[in-house]
T-cell receptor, first 114, second 110 residues
Framework: DQQVKQNSPSLSVQEGRISILNCDYT??????FLWYKKYPAEGPTFLIS?????DKNEDGRFTVFLNKSAKHLSLHIVPSQPGDSAVYFC?????????????FGTGTRLKVLA | DTGVSQDPRHKITKRGQNVTFRCDPI?????LYWYRQTLGQGPEFLTY????????KSRLLSDRFSAERPKGSFSTLEIQRTEQGDSAMYLC????????FGPGTRLLVL
């Protein structure tokens, strides 16, 4: 039962253009969402998060959008840089339920072409 | 460096052997988590501690797996009688709110 899905295993984008990574979830009880970036042989690095009471959160080049009715979130990276090439994971959890475990998607490999 | 650290970074073992991994969290974080990641998958939750109390365990954590956090600081994850299917990246994270991950321990069971 994959509660968090990233249906695009890979994405290639030209340097300077926008990268859009998508994530869908099935559990409407999730109330907090996060994006992590992972380089090979390293642990995931936190990028940005959003609470279910918001529909947008921005941090520099990174913006996360949440569409609760569609159970969909996306990460926009503008402008994309070669150093952004990595695997991106979305994660969801329900802090209000007393559990702190994150449920991760399967990841999308982003390649930014110079 | 005040991030999460894990030791060892790599471990190769033969099937049937026991292995133990260590995680040192960010010092002010009272929550500590273990995840496992295999190729093509996202991290999968294994277990979670608040201080020294183990509050949640995944059904992925079979009886061959045991985790401890004896003084509420560092944690160990032991796998007994390793199997080839245990080969994975074992990730530790700590948090006050957002979880911050260590570099992981890559286990290969031959």
């Amino acid at each position: 039962d994959q509660q968090v899905k990233q249906n695009s295993p890979s994405l290639s984008v030209q340097e300077g253009r926008i990268s859009i990574l998508n994530c869908d979830y099935t559990n409407s009880m999730f109330d907090y969402f996060l994006w992590y970036k992972k380089y090979p042989a390293e642990g995931p690095t936190f990028l940005i998060s959003i609470s279910s009471i918001k529909d947008k959160n921005e941090d520099g080049r990174f913006t996360v959008f949440l569409n609760k009715s569609a159970k969909h979130l996306s990460l926009h990276i503008v402008p994309s840089q070669p150093g952004d090439s990595a695997v991106y994971f979305c994660a969801a959890f329900r802090p209000t339920s007393g559990t702190y475990k994150y449920i991760f998607g399967t990841g999308t490999r982003l390649k930014v072409l110079a | 460096d005040t991030g999460v650290s894990q030791d060892p970074r790599h471990k190769i073992t033969k099937r049937g052997q026991n292995v133990t991994f260590r995680c040192d969290p960010i010092s002010e974080h009272n929550r500590l988590y273990w995840y496992r990641q295999t190729l093509g998958q996202g991290p999968e939750f294994l277990t979670y501690f608040q201080n020294e109390a183990q509050l949640e365990k995944s059904r992925l954590l079979s009886d061959r797996f045991s985790a401890e956090r004896p003084k509420g600081s560092f944690s160990t994850l032991e796998i007994q009688r390793t199997e080839q299917g245990d080969s994975a990246m074992y990730l530790c994270a700590s948090s006050e709110e957002t979880q911050y991950f260590g570099p992981g321990t890559r286990l290969l069971v031959l």
